[in-house]
């Protein structure tokens, strides 16, 4: 895609970002009261777009970094692209969390008084860590002529840190003792698992779409495999997700959150993640056949993006409906200004305002803006390798070819001078 093809989609990303910059800035002036987060769900979208983005990072930075660590070398030719989704995404899961704190001015605590027994602080530093990773990466891969010693040493230390960084954003929810649904061994390995299905999913649909707009090309054979890669993911997050329930559901757990979860508020997306998000993408892609049908392994991959983020939904919802309140009359959310009584809440309850709604939009548009912009750049570099190295196996080949054609004239005309004598 060139520029001027370009500059459309970068106009209508652009606008979207101002809009999402004009709702923040309303949001600084009214406070979270204009969200629909509350004392009983003080956690809502954003949250949950910072778990699906953290996610979301994690398939570009493994495909990439198993070339040099697991010596596949295949995935290599797709690893700029690759690198460049998971650097935008990670950008825009931090872009989440401080539009979450409500004040910018408050992400100075972190720095000013960290508190390192904390998950939350500890997810800071891993994820800032994450980001300098991908920059550095994407740096070294930017260059004409990468430097492969660098980017082997670079790749070893990504893939733990894109591990790890998952499995701190799991345990800021893991270690809450006093939520039901998320005290649980098995969260990081979950958050995992489903981490690195959506993330190859939105790798595949990248790489098919710069595939038919002729920005990037990825073979048929490489995408397939891709495709096969991520029918074993989707197959190890839904027995994660198996081995949750199981545990919830066995007699003589509480199954409290259970029952939000299969039949109550989040039940559409609990099951919407079973059905959408593991169950179909997996029956298409298990079959060869339809995993080379580019088509298939788009909606299966789509299926998965979708079901993932209804599985980030339903784990962070479903606790906060079932509210905490045993000795307690409930959770406060102010005093009547009619009858001067306090009031409680029983159950936790939330719907986004159109406030998180464009917010949330302005932040994704960001992502996909800085894709756009940084493709043109570093996407460029990797075609005009391609189109060099063609160019000289061309040159090389027609030099081949003219002289083995003069060598064929010198020997016709050899021929002739001996049969003339």
């Known amino acids: 895609m060139t520029k001027t093809k370009a500059f459309p ?52 930075l493994i495909v990439a970094s198993s070339a040099a660590v697991f010596g596949i070398k295949d995935y290599k030719a797709v690893a700029r692209p690759a690198i460049l989704l998971s650097t935008v995404c990670i ?15 408050r992400v100075f605590n972190l720095i000013i008084h960290p508190n390192l027994t904390s998950p939350l602080m500890w997810d800071v530093i891993v994820i800032t860590l994450y980001l300098v990773i991908n920059i550095v990466y994407l740096a070294l891969m930017a260059r004409p002529s990468p430097n492969e010693r660098a980017l082997a040493v670079t790749s070893r230390f990504a893939l733990p840190v894109a591990i790890l960084v998952h499995s701190v954003t799991a345990w800021i929810f893991g270690l809450q003792i006093a939520k039901l649904g998320w005290y649980s061994a098995i969260m990081a390995p979950l958050f995992v698992a489903s981490a690195l299905d959506s993330g190859l999913a939105l790798l595949l649909i990248v790489l098919v779409a710069l595939n038919v707009t002729g920005v990037f090309k990825t073979e048929k054979r490489l995408l397939a495999s891709l495709a096969g ?16 329930v199981l545990t919830m559901a066995y007699p003589g757990a509480d199954a409290t959150v259970l029952a939000v979860m299969t039949s109550g508020a989040t039940a559409p997306l609990f099951w919407g993640e079973i059905v959408l998000g593991l169950v179909v993408p997996f029956c298409l892609l298990v079959f060869r056949r339809i995993r080379e049908n580019m088509a298939a392994v788009t909606l299966a991959s789509a299926l998965v993006v979708v079901g993932v983020l209804f599985k980030r939904a ?53 992502a996909a803006l800085l894709f756009v912009l940084l493709a043109q750049r570093v996407l460029a570099a990797d075609r005009a390798s391609v189109t060099e190295g063609a160019e000289a196996s061309a040159t090389a080949e027609a030099a081949g070819m003219a002289r083995g054609t003069g060598a064929s004239s010198t020997a016709g005309a050899s021929s002739k001078a001996a049969v003339a004598e």
């Open 9 to 60: 989609a970068v106009v209508v990303l652009a606008l979207l970002v101002l809009a999402g910059i004009g709702a923040w800035a309303y949001q600084l002036i009214g406070g979270l009261a204009v969200t629909g987060m509350n004392n009983g769900t003080s956690w809502g979208l954003y949250i949950t777009c910072f778990m699906f983005f953290v996610g979301l990072s994690a398939g570009g």
């Open 91 to 105: 950008v825009a899961a931090a872009a989440f969390v401080l539009v979450d704190l409500g004040g910018i001015q």
């Open 229 to 244: 890669l991520l029918a074993a993911c989707i197959a190890i997050d839904g027995f994660m997700v198996g081995c949750e």
């Open 314 to 366: 339903w784990l962070l919802l479903s606790s906060f409906g079932a509210l905490n309140i045993e000795g307690a009359p409930g959770v406060t959310y102010g005093r009547s200004a009619l009858s001067g009584t306090d009031m409680w809440e029983l159950v936790g309850a939330y719907a986004p305002t159109w406030v998180e709604g464009v917010v949330a939009l302005g932040i994704i548009a960001l």
